[in-house]
């Protein structure tokens, strides 16, 4: 597990949602925080290469920006499910993917230009494995609003 | 969406590097100010095209372990009433409704991320408690096959 200090916290806890849109965004991140900009990237390079911090960047809206999503749920057998997670890991369209044991184990999320090819890669998926997916898509949205409190 | 704002897209999803001017060279190649790129970013995040602009965490490395996926099983009339109270728990940082099907009933779904199981499991209960239902399920994530968000 990473080591995380105040200044870490700090910093992980601002900029999850608060970013600096700015041409010198973490300059502008050091004048609130109170560290220089130097520091500022020294941590976040830190933060990036240790995991902490996957990526600074857009949470894109699929369906806004022309595109459907859904959530799929599959039963993999125990001993094929390396192979099936693989095998649906393969499409760019997949954007989560997570191991869950109950009724269905395999859950994965599909974010496609539109419902066609999300219908189109079901499709494949059940040609090749041979396996019953279980399309989910969105009826109602009722929060999205990702945010860890690290603590 | 017009062609630029899709290259902006395309040009940050993976994360804008770590340097004093992040977006000169995006900007660079697109022929834009940097002010430019900017503002774009700005407006999309404004019409929602970017749902927020920010770090994504590597949750399990910093030892948020437990992401729990709770499904409910909320009768018909119930379900606008019930989301918005489960959407109101700053725990819960997912909340949606999904269609039944044959031989699955659960229709609501809410993420819970925390330290500890135990944790997901008291946020659960005392959304049951509060929402009346009764019907649900915790499924935690056991592994991580692929996170990568959503990508152009």
């Not at chain 1, 870490?8 to 925080?33: A, C, S």
């Not at chain 1, 959530?71 to 760019?92: R, S, W």
């Amino acid at each position: 597990m990473i080591y995380l200090d105040d200044m870490d916290k700090n910093i992980l806890n601002t900029i999850q949602h608060d970013f600096p849109l700015d041409i010198h965004p973490f300059q502008k991140l050091g004048e609130e925080l109170g560290i220089s900009e130097e520091e500022i990237i020294r941590r976040l390079e830190r933060l990036q290469n240790e995991g902490a911090v996957r990526k600074i960047g857009p949470v894109i809206n699929r369906n806004r920006v022309g595109g459907s999503s859904t959530l799929v749920a599959v039963n993999v057998p125990e001993d094929m499910i390396d192979e099936i997670a693989d095998c649906i890991d393969e499409y760019p369209e997949v954007s989560h993917n997570y191991l869950r044991p109950d009724k269905y184990n395999v859950w994965f999320t599909l974010s496609a230009s539109g419902e066609e090819r999300i219908n189109e890669i079901l499709k494949e998926l059940n040609r090749k494995t041979g396996l019953e997916f279980i399309n989910l898509p969105t009826v109602r949205l009722f929060k999205i609003g990702v945010r860890f409190n690290i603590k | 969406m017009d062609a630029i704002d899709e290259q902006i897209l395309i040009a940050t999803q993976d994360g804008i590097p770590l340097t004093g001017s992040p977006f000169r060279d995006i900007a660079q190649r697109l022929g834009l100010s940097e002010e430019e790129v900017v503002e774009r970013i700005r407006l999309m995040k404004e019409k929602g095209m970017i749902r927020r602009f920010g770090a994504s965490i590597g949750h399990r490395d910093i030892g948020i372990l437990a992401n729990a996926m709770c499904i409910w099983n909320v009768p018909e009339e119930r379900v606008e009433n019930v989301g918005r109270i489960m959407a109101s728990f700053p725990e819960v940082t997912h909340c949606y409704e999904r269609p039944r099907r044959p031989g699955w009933e659960y229709n609501l779904f809410t993420m819970v991320h925390s330290y500890t199981r135990e944790d997901c499991e008291q946020v659960a209960a005392r959304i049951s408690e509060s929402t009346g239902i009764k019907d649900y399920r915790l499924l935690f994530s056991e592994r991580e096959f692929k996170k990568t968000g959503v990508r152009l």
